[in-house]
């Protein structure tokens, strides 16, 4: 057997440029639920449900993707999500 001899570029080096995939799916940060929460944010209860079975994040009204861990009766509601929710709710007087 004979050892393998190192392979030797010959010529110049071609350029390399990386080009984002327009195709791909966006990005979103989810968080796992240890950081601190500033607010409970509105989730309709179905996702919840399915969130504290699956451990799949869910998404609030206010576009927040997390895995909900915690009481959300010890924070104060989202401002973000309760402008949405009260957009999007009929007004009765």
Known sequence: MTARE????TGAMSETRTVPDLDAPPVAEI?????DPDAAHIVS???LMHSQI???PIRALCGKLWVPKRNPDDYPLCSACVEIF?????QTN
């Open 6 to 9: 190192p392979v030797r570029q």
């Open 31 to 35: 968080s796992d639920g240890s950081d």
């Open 45 to 47: 209860q179905k996702d």
């Open 54 to 56: 699956t451990g799949e």
């Open 86 to 90: 009260n957009a999007i709710t009929p």
